[in-house]
């Protein structure tokens, strides 16, 4: 099952940028996923139990390193053919 995942983040901190930046990291440096970015937001393409755990692990360290951040995010199932 491919889906799709727009996700915006949005650390409480004048300094917001890196921390974005940060996130982004994670998520192109993983193998299995197609990361697209844009001003607005990324966009995260690929296999249901690929991106999930995925982006768990990378929102997970994302929290541990700010104090206060919101994520905004958006799940679209993707059918194939």
Known sequence: MQIAVEISMYPFRPDYEQP????????????????????????IFGAFDTVMPKLQSAIKEAFS????????MKVLHVPEG
């Open 20 to 43: 974005i930046l940060n996130f982004i990291g994670l998520l192109k440096a993983e193998d299995g996923l197609r990361v697209q970015v844009n001003d607005m937001s990324t966009q």
């Open 65 to 72: 390193e700010e104090q206060v951040t919101v994520m905004v």
